[in-house]
Protein backbone atom coordinates (compact mmCIF):
# COMPACT_ATOMS: atom_id res chain seq x y z
CA UNK A 1 0.00 0.00 0.00
CA UNK A 2 1.12 3.53 -0.64
CA UNK A 3 2.70 5.26 2.25
CA UNK A 4 1.05 7.84 4.77
CA UNK A 5 1.06 11.28 2.55
CA UNK A 6 2.89 14.24 3.62
CA UNK A 7 0.79 17.14 4.39
CA UNK A 8 2.07 20.73 2.76
CA UNK A 9 0.78 24.58 2.98
CA UNK A 10 1.18 26.36 0.23
CA UNK A 11 -0.52 29.89 1.07
CA UNK A 12 0.59 33.32 -0.05
CA UNK A 13 -1.23 34.94 2.62
CA UNK A 14 1.20 34.08 5.23
CA UNK A 15 -1.07 35.05 8.66
CA UNK A 16 -3.91 32.60 7.28
CA UNK A 17 -1.21 30.13 7.05
CA UNK A 18 -0.01 30.53 10.30
CA UNK A 19 -3.35 29.96 11.75
CA UNK A 20 -3.70 27.10 9.82
CA UNK A 21 -0.07 25.62 10.80
CA UNK A 22 -1.34 26.58 14.71
CA UNK A 23 -4.48 24.46 14.37
CA UNK A 24 -3.41 21.54 12.58
CA UNK A 25 -0.20 21.42 15.69
CA UNK A 26 -3.12 21.58 18.30
CA UNK A 27 -4.61 18.49 16.93
CA UNK A 28 -1.34 16.49 16.05
CA UNK A 29 -1.19 16.55 12.69
CA UNK A 30 2.25 16.41 11.01
CA UNK A 31 2.72 19.33 8.36
CA UNK A 32 5.04 21.88 6.87
CA UNK A 33 4.75 25.20 5.78
CA UNK A 34 6.25 25.39 1.92
CA UNK A 35 6.52 27.45 -1.08
CA UNK A 36 4.99 26.75 -4.70
CA UNK A 37 8.72 25.90 -6.00
CA UNK A 38 9.24 23.45 -3.14
CA UNK A 39 6.18 21.85 -4.00
CA UNK A 40 6.62 21.03 -7.27
CA UNK A 41 10.16 19.74 -6.17
CA UNK A 42 8.63 17.11 -3.92
CA UNK A 43 5.70 15.80 -6.20
CA UNK A 44 7.91 15.84 -9.18
CA UNK A 45 9.54 12.92 -7.03
CA UNK A 46 6.56 11.12 -6.65
CA UNK A 47 5.80 11.15 -3.08
CA UNK A 48 2.06 11.15 -1.86
CA UNK A 49 0.93 14.34 -0.04
CA UNK A 50 -1.94 15.98 0.17
CA UNK A 51 -1.64 20.20 -0.40
CA UNK A 52 -3.80 22.80 1.42
CA UNK A 53 -3.54 24.84 -1.34
CA UNK A 54 -3.76 29.10 -0.74
CA UNK A 55 -3.21 31.91 -2.27
CA UNK A 56 -1.77 31.84 -5.52
CA UNK A 57 -1.66 32.82 -8.95
CA UNK A 58 -5.10 31.82 -10.53
CA UNK A 59 -3.37 30.06 -13.22
CA UNK A 60 -0.78 28.72 -11.36
CA UNK A 61 -3.46 26.66 -9.16
CA UNK A 62 -5.19 25.66 -11.59
CA UNK A 63 -1.82 24.53 -13.62
CA UNK A 64 -0.97 22.65 -10.12
CA UNK A 65 -3.89 20.48 -9.70
CA UNK A 66 -3.95 19.47 -13.03
CA UNK A 67 -0.34 18.38 -13.69
CA UNK A 68 -0.36 16.07 -10.63
CA UNK A 69 -4.03 14.21 -10.44
CA UNK A 70 -2.42 11.90 -7.55
CA UNK A 71 -2.22 14.39 -5.41
CA UNK A 72 -5.12 15.76 -3.20
CA UNK A 73 -6.17 19.51 -2.91
CA UNK A 74 -7.82 21.19 -0.03
CA UNK A 75 -8.48 24.57 -1.60
CA UNK A 76 -8.26 27.52 1.27
CA UNK A 77 -11.08 30.17 1.30
CA UNK A 78 -14.34 31.07 -0.82
CA UNK A 79 -12.24 32.51 -3.67
CA UNK A 80 -10.46 28.97 -4.60
CA UNK A 81 -14.28 27.50 -5.19
CA UNK A 82 -13.71 27.43 -9.05
CA UNK A 83 -11.59 25.08 -8.71
CA UNK A 84 -13.45 22.52 -7.25
CA UNK A 85 -14.68 21.18 -10.94
CA UNK A 86 -10.96 18.82 -10.67
CA UNK A 87 -11.62 15.94 -9.46
CA UNK A 88 -8.72 15.96 -7.15
CA UNK A 89 -9.57 18.99 -5.50
CA UNK A 90 -11.22 17.24 -2.56
CA UNK A 91 -12.67 20.27 -0.51
CA UNK A 92 -12.78 23.72 0.59
CA UNK A 93 -11.86 25.67 4.19
CA UNK A 94 -12.88 28.37 4.87
CA UNK A 95 -12.01 30.62 8.17
CA UNK A 96 -12.70 30.26 10.69
CA UNK A 97 -11.26 26.46 10.61
CA UNK A 98 -13.41 24.48 12.41
CA UNK A 99 -12.13 21.04 13.62
CA UNK A 100 -15.04 18.78 12.19
CA UNK A 101 -14.64 19.99 8.68
CA UNK A 102 -10.76 19.87 9.07
CA UNK A 103 -10.51 16.61 10.23
CA UNK A 104 -13.11 15.33 8.24
CA UNK A 105 -11.41 17.07 4.93
CA UNK A 106 -8.08 15.74 6.14
CA UNK A 107 -9.86 12.16 6.35
CA UNK A 108 -11.43 12.25 2.21
CA UNK A 109 -7.67 13.32 1.47
CA UNK A 110 -5.93 9.83 2.39
CA UNK A 111 -9.22 7.77 1.40
CA UNK A 112 -8.40 9.53 -1.82
CA UNK A 113 -4.98 8.84 -1.81
CA UNK A 114 -5.98 5.06 -0.13
CA UNK A 115 -8.29 4.20 -3.27
CA UNK A 116 -6.29 5.43 -6.30
CA UNK A 117 -6.42 3.37 -9.17
CA UNK A 118 -3.85 1.02 -9.66
CA UNK A 119 -2.33 1.80 -6.24
CA UNK A 120 -5.08 0.42 -4.24
CA UNK A 121 -2.65 -3.20 -4.01
CA UNK A 122 1.05 -2.17 -4.17
CA UNK A 123 2.48 -3.86 -7.09
CA UNK A 124 5.27 -5.41 -5.06
CA UNK A 125 3.43 -7.08 -2.86
CA UNK A 126 3.00 -10.88 -4.41
CA UNK A 127 0.00 -13.08 -2.99
CA UNK A 128 0.27 -16.70 -2.31
CA UNK A 129 -3.43 -18.69 -3.78
CA UNK A 130 -5.10 -15.36 -3.18
CA UNK A 131 -7.53 -15.64 -6.28
CA UNK A 132 -10.19 -13.08 -7.21
CA UNK A 133 -10.58 -9.30 -7.96
CA UNK A 134 -14.41 -8.56 -5.90
CA UNK A 135 -14.36 -6.35 -3.81
CA UNK A 136 -14.51 -8.47 -0.51
CA UNK A 137 -10.93 -9.83 -1.80
CA UNK A 138 -9.60 -6.45 -2.43
CA UNK A 139 -10.38 -5.54 0.78
CA UNK A 140 -9.11 -9.41 2.79
CA UNK A 141 -5.86 -8.50 0.79
CA UNK A 142 -5.97 -4.44 2.04
CA UNK A 143 -6.23 -5.67 5.63
CA UNK A 144 -3.49 -8.33 5.31
CA UNK A 145 -0.96 -5.92 3.65
CA UNK A 146 -1.73 -3.56 6.63
CA UNK A 147 -1.25 -5.84 9.66
CA UNK A 148 1.79 -8.08 8.02
CA UNK A 149 3.94 -5.43 8.90
CA UNK A 150 3.10 -5.93 12.61
CA UNK A 151 3.30 -8.19 15.22
CA UNK A 152 -0.68 -8.07 16.53
CA UNK A 153 -2.52 -10.98 16.98
CA UNK A 154 -4.85 -12.04 14.07
CA UNK A 155 -8.08 -13.77 13.83
CA UNK A 156 -9.29 -14.51 10.62
CA UNK A 157 -13.15 -15.87 10.38
CA UNK A 158 -15.30 -17.40 8.01
CA UNK A 159 -17.39 -20.23 6.65
CA UNK A 160 -15.28 -23.95 5.94
CA UNK A 161 -13.79 -24.14 3.25
CA UNK A 162 -12.96 -19.88 2.63
CA UNK A 163 -8.84 -20.14 2.74
CA UNK A 164 -8.45 -19.22 6.09
CA UNK A 165 -5.11 -20.63 6.18
CA UNK A 166 -3.86 -19.15 2.50
CA UNK A 167 -5.00 -15.91 4.74
CA UNK A 168 -2.56 -16.86 7.30
CA UNK A 169 0.28 -17.86 5.36
CA UNK A 170 0.04 -14.72 3.64
CA UNK A 171 0.75 -12.61 6.52
CA UNK A 172 3.13 -14.61 7.42
CA UNK A 173 5.17 -14.02 3.97
CA UNK A 174 4.45 -10.39 4.31
CA UNK A 175 5.82 -10.15 7.53
CA UNK A 176 9.12 -9.31 8.81
CA UNK A 177 8.99 -13.10 9.67
CA UNK A 178 8.88 -14.86 6.49
CA UNK A 179 12.67 -15.58 6.45
CA UNK A 180 11.02 -18.00 9.55
CA UNK A 181 8.97 -21.08 10.16
CA UNK A 182 4.87 -21.17 9.55
CA UNK A 183 3.42 -23.81 11.84
CA UNK A 184 -0.26 -24.95 11.12
CA UNK A 185 -1.96 -26.91 13.86
CA UNK A 186 -5.55 -27.61 13.79
CA UNK A 187 -6.55 -27.30 17.48
CA UNK A 188 -9.88 -29.81 16.49
CA UNK A 189 -7.78 -32.55 15.38
CA UNK A 190 -5.48 -33.39 18.17
CA UNK A 191 -6.79 -35.19 21.18
CA UNK A 192 -7.56 -32.97 23.95
CA UNK A 193 -5.32 -35.02 26.42
CA UNK A 194 -2.23 -34.95 23.62
CA UNK A 195 -2.82 -31.13 22.89
CA UNK A 196 -0.90 -29.11 25.55
CA UNK A 197 2.20 -31.56 24.26
CA UNK A 198 1.86 -30.70 20.60
CA UNK A 199 1.80 -26.84 21.65
CA UNK A 200 4.29 -26.58 24.10
CA UNK A 201 6.87 -29.69 23.97
CA UNK A 202 7.70 -32.26 26.77
CA UNK A 203 10.66 -33.61 28.61
CA UNK A 204 11.73 -36.97 28.84
CA UNK A 205 9.60 -38.95 31.31
CA UNK A 206 7.36 -36.35 31.54
CA UNK A 207 4.41 -39.01 30.95
CA UNK A 208 3.81 -42.53 29.75
CA UNK A 209 5.43 -43.32 26.37
CA UNK A 210 7.34 -40.12 26.53
CA UNK A 211 10.94 -41.42 25.51
CA UNK A 212 12.70 -38.43 24.59
CA UNK A 213 12.58 -34.61 24.78
CA UNK A 214 10.26 -33.49 22.40
CA UNK A 215 9.67 -29.54 21.12
CA UNK A 216 6.58 -28.29 20.70
CA UNK A 217 4.58 -26.16 17.89
CA UNK A 218 5.46 -23.07 19.54
CA UNK A 219 9.48 -24.11 19.78
CA UNK A 220 9.26 -24.79 16.17
CA UNK A 221 7.46 -21.52 14.93
CA UNK A 222 10.11 -19.61 17.08
CA UNK A 223 10.98 -15.99 14.99
CA UNK A 224 8.11 -17.20 12.88
CA UNK A 225 4.10 -17.73 12.84
CA UNK A 226 2.19 -20.27 14.70
CA UNK A 227 -0.92 -20.76 12.82
CA UNK A 228 -3.91 -22.50 15.24
CA UNK A 229 -6.88 -23.76 13.84
CA UNK A 230 -10.07 -24.41 14.73
CA UNK A 231 -9.55 -21.93 18.15
CA UNK A 232 -12.71 -22.71 18.61
CA UNK A 233 -12.06 -26.22 19.28
CA UNK A 234 -9.86 -25.92 21.99
CA UNK A 235 -10.96 -27.48 25.39
CA UNK A 236 -11.30 -24.96 28.23
CA UNK A 237 -8.17 -26.02 30.23
CA UNK A 238 -6.00 -25.52 27.28
CA UNK A 239 -7.74 -22.37 26.58
CA UNK A 240 -6.18 -21.18 30.13
CA UNK A 241 -3.09 -22.20 29.24
CA UNK A 242 -2.42 -20.37 26.01
CA UNK A 243 -4.07 -17.58 27.55
CA UNK A 244 -1.29 -17.63 30.00
CA UNK A 245 1.34 -17.69 26.96
CA UNK A 246 -0.25 -14.83 25.32
CA UNK A 247 0.22 -12.94 28.47
CA UNK A 248 3.39 -13.80 29.48
CA UNK A 249 5.33 -13.90 26.30
CA UNK A 250 6.63 -17.43 27.73
CA UNK A 251 5.97 -21.48 28.48
CA UNK A 252 7.41 -24.21 29.83
CA UNK A 253 7.66 -27.76 28.38
CA UNK A 254 4.96 -30.58 29.93
CA UNK A 255 7.35 -31.81 33.23
CA UNK A 256 9.92 -28.93 32.56
CA UNK A 257 10.40 -26.27 35.02
CA UNK A 258 12.63 -23.92 32.57
CA UNK A 259 11.11 -21.03 30.67
CA UNK A 260 10.79 -20.96 27.02
CA UNK A 261 10.64 -17.44 25.31
CA UNK A 262 7.58 -17.64 22.65
CA UNK A 263 8.97 -15.48 20.09
CA UNK A 264 6.06 -16.26 17.83
CA UNK A 265 3.59 -14.37 15.91
CA UNK A 266 -0.27 -15.53 16.40
CA UNK A 267 -2.91 -16.09 13.79
CA UNK A 268 -5.96 -18.01 15.17
CA UNK A 269 -9.10 -19.23 13.02
CA UNK A 270 -12.15 -20.47 13.25
CA UNK A 271 -15.52 -20.99 11.41
CA UNK A 272 -17.13 -20.87 14.61
CA UNK A 273 -19.18 -18.02 16.59
CA UNK A 274 -16.81 -17.24 19.47
CA UNK A 275 -19.04 -14.66 20.85
CA UNK A 276 -21.89 -17.43 20.73
CA UNK A 277 -19.59 -19.87 22.48
CA UNK A 278 -18.77 -17.07 25.18
CA UNK A 279 -22.37 -16.45 25.75
CA UNK A 280 -22.20 -20.89 25.96
CA UNK A 281 -19.09 -20.84 28.55
CA UNK A 282 -17.37 -23.08 26.20
CA UNK A 283 -14.89 -20.22 24.91
CA UNK A 284 -13.13 -17.95 27.48
CA UNK A 285 -13.84 -14.35 26.89
CA UNK A 286 -10.40 -12.69 27.72
CA UNK A 287 -8.75 -15.39 25.62
CA UNK A 288 -11.11 -14.14 22.51
CA UNK A 289 -9.88 -10.41 23.11
CA UNK A 290 -6.25 -11.57 23.11
CA UNK A 291 -6.83 -12.81 19.70
CA UNK A 292 -9.00 -10.69 18.17
CA UNK A 293 -6.66 -7.64 17.91
CA UNK A 294 -7.34 -7.91 14.07
CA UNK A 295 -9.95 -9.75 12.84
CA UNK A 296 -10.12 -10.83 9.04
CA UNK A 297 -13.09 -11.97 7.55
CA UNK A 298 -12.97 -14.17 4.78
CA UNK A 299 -15.82 -13.80 2.21
CA UNK A 300 -17.77 -17.05 1.32
CA UNK A 301 -17.87 -18.33 -2.21
CA UNK A 302 -21.29 -17.09 -3.13
CA UNK A 303 -20.55 -13.49 -2.04
CA UNK A 304 -18.36 -12.86 -4.44
CA UNK A 305 -19.68 -15.26 -7.76
CA UNK A 306 -17.86 -12.74 -10.40
CA UNK A 307 -14.81 -14.30 -8.80
CA UNK A 308 -15.51 -18.04 -10.14
CA UNK A 309 -13.76 -18.29 -13.68
CA UNK A 310 -10.53 -17.23 -11.65
CA UNK A 311 -10.58 -19.53 -9.44
CA UNK A 312 -11.94 -21.91 -11.58
CA UNK A 313 -8.96 -21.13 -13.99
CA UNK A 314 -6.42 -21.11 -11.21
CA UNK A 315 -7.56 -24.63 -10.01
CA UNK A 316 -7.16 -26.03 -13.12
CA UNK A 317 -3.92 -25.11 -13.13
CA UNK A 318 -3.54 -26.58 -10.35
CA UNK A 319 -5.20 -30.30 -11.63
CA UNK A 320 -3.40 -30.41 -14.42
CA UNK A 321 -0.57 -30.67 -13.10
CA UNK A 322 -1.20 -34.02 -10.52
CA UNK A 323 -4.09 -35.33 -13.41
CA UNK A 324 -2.19 -34.54 -16.76
CA UNK A 325 -5.85 -33.14 -18.33
CA UNK A 326 -8.26 -30.62 -18.13
CA UNK A 327 -11.99 -29.68 -18.85
CA UNK A 328 -13.16 -26.43 -20.28
CA UNK A 329 -16.64 -25.08 -19.40
CA UNK A 330 -18.96 -22.98 -21.61
CA UNK A 331 -20.31 -20.26 -20.76
CA UNK A 332 -23.72 -21.54 -19.99
CA UNK A 333 -21.69 -23.90 -17.33
CA UNK A 334 -20.06 -21.30 -15.92
CA UNK A 335 -23.01 -19.23 -15.44
CA UNK A 336 -24.88 -21.84 -14.11
CA UNK A 337 -22.41 -22.87 -11.39
CA UNK A 338 -21.92 -18.90 -10.64
CA UNK A 339 -26.09 -19.66 -9.39
CA UNK A 340 -24.78 -21.93 -7.18
CA UNK A 341 -25.05 -21.31 -3.43
CA UNK A 342 -21.45 -23.28 -2.60
CA UNK A 343 -21.95 -24.33 1.08
CA UNK A 344 -18.70 -25.98 0.41
CA UNK A 345 -17.19 -22.73 -0.65
CA UNK A 346 -13.74 -23.14 -2.46
CA UNK A 347 -13.21 -26.65 -1.16
CA UNK A 348 -16.53 -27.84 -2.70
CA UNK A 349 -15.05 -26.56 -6.07
CA UNK A 350 -12.06 -27.65 -5.66
CA UNK A 351 -13.52 -31.19 -5.53
CA UNK A 352 -16.26 -30.64 -8.53
CA UNK A 353 -13.43 -29.54 -10.52
CA UNK A 354 -11.19 -32.28 -10.10
CA UNK A 355 -14.83 -34.82 -10.39
CA UNK A 356 -15.09 -33.25 -13.99
CA UNK A 357 -11.74 -33.68 -14.93
CA UNK A 358 -11.80 -37.37 -14.18
CA UNK A 359 -14.94 -38.24 -16.42
CA UNK A 360 -14.30 -35.39 -18.93
CA UNK A 361 -10.62 -35.17 -19.12
CA UNK A 362 -9.57 -32.47 -22.34
CA UNK A 363 -13.39 -32.37 -23.05
CA UNK A 364 -15.90 -29.26 -22.88
CA UNK A 365 -18.61 -29.32 -20.33
CA UNK A 366 -21.97 -28.17 -20.43
CA UNK A 367 -24.88 -27.38 -17.84
CA UNK A 368 -26.20 -31.30 -19.03
CA UNK A 369 -22.62 -32.67 -17.84
CA UNK A 370 -22.51 -31.25 -14.42
CA UNK A 371 -23.91 -32.77 -11.25
CA UNK A 372 -27.54 -32.17 -10.79
CA UNK A 373 -27.28 -29.94 -7.78
CA UNK A 374 -25.36 -27.41 -10.20
CA UNK A 375 -27.03 -27.46 -12.94
CA UNK A 376 -29.45 -24.00 -12.51
CA UNK A 377 -29.70 -23.01 -16.04
CA UNK A 378 -32.56 -24.39 -17.94
CA UNK A 379 -30.61 -24.07 -21.07
CA UNK A 380 -31.64 -26.79 -24.40
CA UNK A 381 -28.31 -29.16 -24.77
CA UNK A 382 -28.08 -30.36 -28.07
CA UNK A 383 -29.04 -33.75 -28.99
CA UNK A 384 -26.73 -35.23 -31.57
CA UNK A 385 -29.20 -37.23 -34.44
CA UNK A 386 -27.11 -40.14 -36.34
CA UNK A 387 -28.12 -41.10 -39.87
CA UNK A 388 -30.51 -43.97 -40.05
CA UNK A 389 -27.57 -46.90 -41.27
CA UNK A 390 -25.90 -46.36 -38.06
CA UNK A 391 -29.01 -46.75 -35.45
CA UNK A 392 -30.11 -49.75 -37.44
CA UNK A 393 -26.67 -51.15 -37.22
CA UNK A 394 -26.47 -50.03 -33.64
CA UNK A 395 -29.94 -52.15 -33.31
CA UNK A 396 -28.55 -55.30 -35.25
CA UNK A 397 -25.57 -55.36 -32.69
CA UNK A 398 -27.60 -55.07 -30.12
CA UNK A 399 -30.00 -58.03 -31.18
CA UNK A 400 -27.27 -60.35 -32.12
CA UNK A 401 -25.63 -59.55 -28.53
CA UNK A 402 -29.03 -60.64 -26.95
CA UNK A 403 -28.71 -63.81 -28.84
CA UNK A 404 -25.28 -64.30 -27.88
CA UNK A 405 -25.87 -63.95 -24.34
CA UNK A 406 -28.86 -66.02 -24.28
CA UNK A 407 -26.79 -69.24 -25.96
CA UNK A 408 -24.54 -68.59 -23.13
CA UNK A 409 -27.69 -69.30 -20.25
CA UNK A 410 -29.18 -72.24 -22.09
CA UNK A 411 -29.05 -75.12 -24.78
CA UNK A 412 -30.62 -74.52 -28.02
CA UNK A 413 -32.14 -77.05 -30.68
CA UNK A 414 -29.71 -77.28 -33.90
CA UNK A 415 -32.65 -76.51 -36.02
CA UNK A 416 -33.14 -72.89 -37.26
CA UNK A 417 -36.44 -71.82 -36.58
CA UNK A 418 -38.48 -68.42 -36.75
CA UNK A 419 -40.62 -68.50 -33.66
CA UNK A 420 -37.21 -69.46 -31.78
CA UNK A 421 -35.50 -66.15 -32.92
CA UNK A 422 -31.93 -65.98 -33.56
CA UNK A 423 -30.21 -68.67 -32.53
CA UNK A 424 -27.57 -70.68 -34.36
CA UNK A 425 -27.22 -70.38 -38.57
CA UNK A 426 -28.71 -73.47 -40.68
CA UNK A 427 -26.63 -76.12 -42.18
CA UNK A 428 -28.22 -75.14 -45.66
CA UNK A 429 -27.48 -71.21 -44.51
CA UNK A 430 -30.33 -68.55 -44.96
CA UNK A 431 -31.18 -65.30 -46.92
CA UNK A 432 -30.07 -62.89 -44.33
CA UNK A 433 -31.40 -59.77 -46.45
CA UNK A 434 -34.88 -61.65 -46.29
CA UNK A 435 -34.61 -62.79 -42.68
CA UNK A 436 -34.10 -59.29 -41.30
CA UNK A 437 -36.77 -57.63 -43.27
CA UNK A 438 -39.20 -59.86 -42.00
CA UNK A 439 -38.01 -60.02 -38.74
CA UNK A 440 -37.76 -55.76 -38.59
CA UNK A 441 -41.85 -55.90 -40.39
CA UNK A 442 -42.61 -58.24 -37.44
CA UNK A 443 -41.47 -56.23 -34.15
CA UNK A 444 -43.06 -52.45 -36.15
CA UNK A 445 -46.13 -54.72 -36.60
CA UNK A 446 -45.93 -55.73 -32.68
CA UNK A 447 -45.16 -52.16 -32.09
CA UNK A 448 -48.16 -50.91 -34.00
CA UNK A 449 -50.34 -53.26 -32.16
CA UNK A 450 -49.19 -52.85 -28.88
CA UNK A 451 -50.28 -48.99 -29.22
CA UNK A 452 -53.25 -49.54 -31.33
CA UNK A 453 -50.91 -48.15 -34.29
CA UNK A 454 -50.16 -44.83 -32.20
CA UNK A 455 -47.15 -44.56 -34.59
CA UNK A 456 -45.35 -41.59 -32.50
CA UNK A 457 -45.63 -44.49 -29.47
CA UNK A 458 -44.57 -47.17 -32.25
CA UNK A 459 -41.51 -45.26 -32.83
CA UNK A 460 -40.69 -44.14 -29.20
CA UNK A 461 -40.34 -47.81 -28.18
CA UNK A 462 -38.56 -49.09 -31.42
CA UNK A 463 -35.87 -46.30 -31.40
CA UNK A 464 -36.91 -44.74 -34.08
CA UNK A 465 -37.87 -41.60 -35.46
CA UNK A 466 -41.76 -40.60 -36.36
CA UNK A 467 -40.48 -39.87 -39.94
CA UNK A 468 -38.37 -42.82 -40.52
CA UNK A 469 -41.35 -45.43 -38.76
CA UNK A 470 -43.90 -44.21 -41.50
CA UNK A 471 -41.26 -44.72 -44.24
CA UNK A 472 -40.83 -48.25 -43.27
CA UNK A 473 -44.46 -49.10 -42.84
CA UNK A 474 -44.87 -47.70 -46.41
CA UNK A 475 -42.28 -49.70 -47.23
CA UNK A 476 -43.52 -53.54 -46.51
CA UNK A 477 -47.35 -51.64 -46.34
CA UNK A 478 -48.39 -52.02 -42.53
CA UNK A 479 -51.12 -50.12 -42.47
CA UNK A 480 -53.70 -50.56 -40.09
CA UNK A 481 -55.99 -52.99 -41.47
CA UNK A 482 -60.14 -51.04 -41.96
Not at 49 to 77: E, N, R
Not at 118 to 127: A, V
Not at 163 to 170: P, T
Not at 214 to 243: S, Y
Amino acid sequence: MAQTPLLYIVDELSERSSRLSTVLGFINEPHQCISAAQLQQRLAAAEPAVVMLGALSQHQADSLIQAYPATAFLLLGETQKPLLQYANAVGLLAEPFAYTSLTQLLRDSQQYHRLLPLQRQDHNTKFDGMVGNSDAMQQVRFLITQVAKTDANVLVLGPSGTGKEVVARNIHLLSHRANGPFVPINCGAIPAELLESELFGHEKGAFTGAISTRKGRFELAQGGTLFLDEIGDMPLNMQVKLLRVLQERTYERVGGTSAIKADVRIVAATHRDLEQMIAADSFREDLYYRLNVFPIDTPALAQRPEDLPLLVHELMRRLNSSHEAQVKFTEHAMQSMQLHSWPGNVRELANLLERMVIMYPDQVVDVAELPQKYRHLDVDSYVPQYPESLQERDLLNEMFQGADDDADDASYSTDYSDDAGIQHLPEQGLDLKEYLAELEIRFISQALERHEFVVARAAEVLGLRRTTLVEKMRKYNLGKEE
